[in-house]
T-cell receptor, first 115, second 112 residues
Framework: DVKVTQSSRYLVKRTGEKVFLECVQD?????MFWYRQDPGLGLRLIYF???????EKGDIPEGYSVSREKKERFSLILESASTNQTSMYLC??????????????FGQGTRLTVV | AQKVTQAQTEISVVEKEDVTLDCVYE???????LFWYKQPPSGELVFLIR??????QNEISGRYSWNFQKSTSSFNFTITASQVVDSAVYFC?????????FGKGTRLSVIA
């Protein structure tokens, strides 16, 4: 079974702190993604990575950065946390969309509260 | 541009009723993938099904069935004889050679 593990289920941080959200997958997937989920807005893509050391901006990258030094790990960094970054963060991994393989598998989510 | 529309924000049904969740998508690509995910109260998105653009066969899996129609750009999901455990938010998603694009989700409440 594919397993995507996010380092924390719940996190409370103070405004201005640097926050690291870690995500690890065990299926040797090339692609990894970070989404945030907010009521009424659905899932919005923050950043994604097609392979090690590669990163691409998604729809809402402002205030975030990412790191992918190893294939299995994709980290989301909030450079200076703000209250409007309070949200549910979801990490996912997938193979490249080729043939019959394209689905993404998600971690359990990290609910981040910035106070 | 790609887009997924789930017009139903919330649906409430009584247990054992059938319910259909609608999904309409937009894409100019001829090769694409469609998905349904379930998000129970625990929060994790659970993959349910994938459909490729070149395979319009409908699918049935137990109480779940999916109707993919390219002519109307729709990929609808039906739950037969709904159960309380089906209560969740359901997301439809679209993918080309890109990350997944999600609809805003439909919250299904099944009342005993």
């Amino acid at each position: 079974d594919v397993k995507v593990t996010q380092s924390s289920r719940y996190l409370v941080k103070r405004t201005g702190e640097k926050v690291f959200l870690e995500c690890v997958q065990d299926m040797d997937h090339e692609n990894m993604f970070w989404y945030r989920q907010d009521p009424g807005l659905g899932l919005r893509l923050i950043y994604f990575s097609y392979d090690v050391k590669m990163k691409e901006k998604g729809d809402i990258p402002e205030g975030y950065s990412v790191s992918r030094e190893k294939k299995e790990r994709f980290s989301l960094i909030l450079e200076s946390a703000s209250t409007n970054q309070t949200s549910m963060y979801l990490c996912a991994s997938s193979p490249p969309p080729v043939g019959t393989r394209a689905e993404a598998f998600f971690g359990q989510g990290t609910r981040l509260t910035v106070v | 541009a790609q887009k997924v529309t789930q017009a139903q924000t919330e649906i409430s049904v009584v247990e054992k009723e059938d319910v259909t969740l609608d999904c309409v998508y937009e894409t100019r690509d001829t090769t694409y993938y469609l998905f349904w995910y379930k998000q129970p109260p625990s929060g994790e998105l659970v993959f349910l099904i994938r459909r490729n653009s070149f395979d319009e066969q409908n699918e049935i899996s137990g109480r779940y069935s999916w109707n993919f129609q390219k002519s109307t750009s729709s990929f609808n999901f039906t739950i037969t004889a709904s159960q309380v455990v089906d209560s969740a938010v359901y997301f439809c998603a679209l993918r080309m050679n890109t990350p997944l694009v999600f609809g805003k989700g439909t919250r299904l409440s099944v009342i005993a």
